[in-house]
């Protein structure tokens, strides 16, 4: 993959070029995840806001149209504060989500070594291009009480990840400063 975005211009806007390969769309989660997580880890530094959504949650609405209430004014700072907490939160959730697509974090829930051997089995497969049976082969693990998975923990970080995926996707359109 190559990309080049550069600076953006007042009156020609900005020059882009993309150039994708096929390695790039085998694992096209992975691949957007190298460029999606240094982006939310700059907006996080350089943020100068918050989503209205957010702020609007914790009270902070309509500030203008309110701020001739004492009590308003007295606590929109605070309101504020809140969301900017919020908004972190959301923001390290996204990004945390986005790191394990790039790291094997499998691999914590991986004891032992495997000892596979492919062995013939008794089910046959019908071909669909030859419409011949064909044997097939189920993979055996010899070492199955030293190897183990833990997929509860697996699981359990996989929804974690998840739900970072799912703020991205319901924040997307905030994500600008």
Same mark, same amino acid.
């Given at each position: ?47 100068? /806001?918050?989503? %209205? ?5 914790? /009270? ?26 919020? =908004? ?7 990004? =945390? ?29 019908? %071909? ?14 010899? %070492?199955?009480? %030293?190897? =183990?998975?833990?997929?509860? /923990? ?9 739900? /970072? ?10 994500? =600008?400063?």
């Amino acid at each position: 993959m190559k990309v080049k975005i550069g600076k953006y211009r007042k009156y020609s806007g900005r020059k882009i070029e993309v150039e994708i390969h096929d390695y790039d769309t085998w694992n096209l989660d992975s691949t957007l995840a190298y460029i999606i997580l240094p982006c939310l880890l700059r907006l996080k530094e350089t943020k100068h /806001g918050v989503p %209205n959504e957010i702020v609007n949650d914790v /009270g902070g609405e309509k500030y203008l149209a309110q701020s001739c209430f004492d009590f308003y004014t007295e606590t929109h700072n605070e309101s504020f504060d809140i969301a900017c907490k919020r =908004w972190d939160d959301i923001l390290d959730k996204m990004i =945390w989500a986005f790191h394990q697509l790039i790291i094997d974090y499998e691999k914590k829930y991986q004891y032992g070594k495997g000892i596979y051997e492919y062995v013939e089995s008794d089910e046959l497969f019908t %071909n669909p291009i030859t419409g011949k049976q064909e044997k097939t082969f189920r993979m055996t693990d010899h %070492n199955r009480k %030293n190897h =183990w998975t833990d997929i509860e /923990g697996m699981e359990t970080h996989q929804e974690r990840i998840q739900e /970072g995926l799912n703020l991205f996707g319901k924040y997307y359109r905030s994500l =600008w400063d």
